[in-house]
Antibody, heavy 120, light 110 residues
Framework: QVQLRESGPGLVKPSQTLSLTCTVS??????????WSWIRQRPGRGPEWIGC???????YYNPSLKSRVAIALDPSKMKFSLNVTSVTVADTAVYYC????????????WGQGVLVTVSS | QSLLTQPPSSSAAPGQRVTISCSGS????????VYWYQQFPGTAPKVIIY???QRPSGVPDRFSGSKSGTSASLAISGVRSEDEADYYC???????????FGGGTKLTVL
């Protein structure tokens, strides 16, 4: 059974960097063909794709966030991470990590989500 | 403002059939498959329809999906109280070069 779990600070100050980690169990993060994604959901809104990283290390980002986002893979630790720089209150959201077998929005496994609040 | 438009709410009595719409454009639904997610409060979304009309194993056959042109629909026949949830459509967008989600429809079972 594949499981994903997000971890990181629940409170970040404006202008600082939001950093989250997703720990994967039950599957190799280096398994061929999988995309490991970050998706967020702001209060009362639909999910928003942030970006993803392929098992090979190639990254793909939402153009609206690309200048502030970085996703990295750490296969040895079965983790992948998300950094969002220069955060504002608009970045307050529940952040999810998820696994997909294509870049299409077909995510078969999700983490439970972590609420990140941007506030001074 | 999402690229995929859904009605914010819908309601149905138990046993009725309900349809949730998702309107897009030629850059997303018009040229790509649609995915539907079900989300209960405090939990992650779960895919219930993929590739426009396919059901993952374990999803009841009362859920069905269809697509025509730049619109898609999720139908639930014989609605049950446990179907009360938020539903989101999603599709690849050629302009964004990435996936987009609808704003969601809250289904209330009366």
């Amino acid at each position: 059974q594949v499981q994903l779990r997000e971890s990181g600070p629940g409170l970040v100050k404006p202008s600082q960097t939001l950093s989250l980690t997703c720990t994967v169990s039950g599957d190799s993060i280096s398994s061929r063909g999988f995309y490991w994604s970050w998706i967020r959901q702001r209060p009362g809104r639909g999910p928003e794709w942030i970006g993803c990283i392929y098992y090979s290390g190639s990254t793909y980002y939402n153009p609206s966030l690309k200048s502030r986002v970085a996703i990295a893979l750490d296969p040895s630790k079965m983790k992948f991470s998300l950094n969002v720089t220069s955060v504002t209150v608009a970045d307050t959201a529940v952040y999810y990590c998820a696994r997909g077998d294509t870049m299409r929005p077909h995510y078969d496994y999700w983490g439970q989500g972590v609420l990140v609040t941007v506030s001074s | 403002q999402s690229l995929l438009t859904q009605p914010p709410s819908s309601s149905a009595a138990p046993g009725q059939r309900v349809t949730i719409s998702c309107s897009g454009s030629t850059s997303n639904i018009g040229s790509n498959d649609v995915y539907w997610y079900q989300q209960f409060p405090g939990t992650a979304p779960k895919v219930i329809i993929y590739k426009s009309d396919q059901r993952p194993s374990g999803v009841p056959d009362r859920f069905s999906g269809s697509k025509s042109g730049t619109s898609a629909s999720l139908a639930i026949s014989g609605v049950r109280s446990e179907d009360e949830a938020d539903y989101y459509c999603a599709a690849w967008d050629e302009g964004l070069i990435g996936p987009v989600f609808g704003g969601g429809t809250k289904l209330t079972v009366l």
